[in-house]
């Protein structure tokens, strides 16, 4: 085995545990004092305690910090791609004001960690490359790294709004019988906010910041285009127009939302129908490249072992 390897992970290892215990230390010595302090029945500087910040949150400040002025180094020009950035993390969820500087930042960042941790690795495990092979390592790694984030956020946003395709024909049973109990639209969606926040957290996020918008001030017909901006889906800017079309010409809220519900139901349930039926062909290669073989083998290899056994003797004696 390679003992400079070896040596080099065991370091690298040990490094990481004593980082870790030495957090871990500090952490449990700041407890300790708050503990000691309320137990003394200093309840001002246990209190001034309990709002200063632990070793764990001065690194979170400390990495916010970093992947800010990343950010701004590594932020588009362009106030088009900024806007495009900014949409696609508030579809995913994330709406704070520095949310772009941090993912901006994080890309930079992933890339930097990513060279150094090529350049950790030794030469010989890499086959001692050329100049030219090194660079196109080095190269690789950066651009895994810049576009982790874009990966990851893709995910995030198809995930949410999965969650919200599946929440919405709930909700707007719940929007139904709010509206016909009594309730007018402003306050059904934000009882209906409150009642799916447990179940649907997306969902209710989201009617809850609808509610707030239109607590606010802002329009109906506003707050709704935005809800629908922020969310991204088709469902949800049907429900939109439905809602303002209603709003415009004093339709039936409750019987609108009644027929769009079943709608979407119906659609989710086509769609799941799509999906089994896709089933059978994805399970083709599968079961041809690993189930067949392994049944082939389970049923006839003891027979053509017992053949081999019974057959060649005899032939071998003729």
Known sequence: MDVPLIGAVVTFLAVLLASSAGILYLNSREALKVWRRRADGDRAVAEADEVSPGVVE???????ALLEWLGKLNQPSNSEEVRATRGKLVCAGYRSGKASLFYVGAKLLLAVIAVC???LIPAKVLGFPST???????VLAAACGYYAPSLWLRRAIASRQDALQRAIPDALDLMVVCVEAGLGLDQAIGRVGEEVKRAHPALGDELNLLALELRTGVTRQEALRNLAHRTDLEEVRNLVAILVQTDRFGTSIGQALRVHADSMRTTRRLKAEELAAKLPVKLLLPLIFFIFPSMFIVTIGPACIRMVRVLFPALLGQ
């Open 58 to 64: 001065q690194v979170k400040v400390q990495v916010y």
């Open 117 to 119: 941790l090529i350049a």
């Open 132 to 138: 030219t092979q090194l660079i196109f390592y080095y």
